[in-house]
């Protein structure tokens, strides 16, 4: 998480128990707000408000997620890559979208995502190993 980080959770706490149709708050992923602000189609002082869902970082309405919402499609969600199949991802945006549902994304908090080493356990422990 970035240094400017602290504040985001409380910040999306408070405009998930306030407005029904937002259902989840995201920090920025690797700091691109300029590419968060253009997915957005409105916002607030502290957040993007658009569609989308990713599993990297994020907070629900966790009672909403808990329902049988998985089983939806949406033409705007096959821009998920068609080689993971029906991603939880692609199936939340898809029920997100098909019943006008919200993510925010904080336009100051980020985090960084980092996939992992694809060959071998040692870059793996390589990986994780602090420099």
Same mark, same amino acid.
């Given at each position: 998480?970035?240094?400017?980080s602290a504040n985001w959770i ?22 691109? @707000? ?8 409105? =916002?607030? /002082?502290?957040? *993007?408000?658009? +569609? !989308? ?11 909403? @997620? ?8 949406? =033409?705007? /969600?096959?821009? *998920?890559?068609? +080689? !993971? ?26 985090y960084r995502h980092h996939n ?16």
């Amino acid at each position: 998480m970035g240094k400017n980080s602290a504040n985001w959770i409380q910040q999306a706490l408070e405009k998930l128990e306030k407005h029904e149709d937002v259902v989840v708050a995201n920090p920025t992923w690797n700091s691109k @707000f300029e590419q968060a602000k253009e997915e957005s189609h409105d =916002e607030t /002082s502290n957040f *993007y408000i658009g +569609y !989308g869902f990713s599993d990297q970082c994020y907070l629900v309405q966790t009672d909403l @997620f808990k329902k049988g919402i998985y089983n939806t499609r949406h =033409e705007d /969600s096959e821009r *998920y890559p068609s +080689y !993971g199949g029906e991603l939880f991802e692609k199936r939340v945006d898809s029920f997100m979208r098909n019943n006008n549902l919200k993510r925010i994304t904080h336009k100051q908090a980020y985090y960084r995502h980092h996939n992992f080493p694809k060959k071998g356990i040692g870059r793996l422990l390589r990986y994780l190993r602090p420099m």
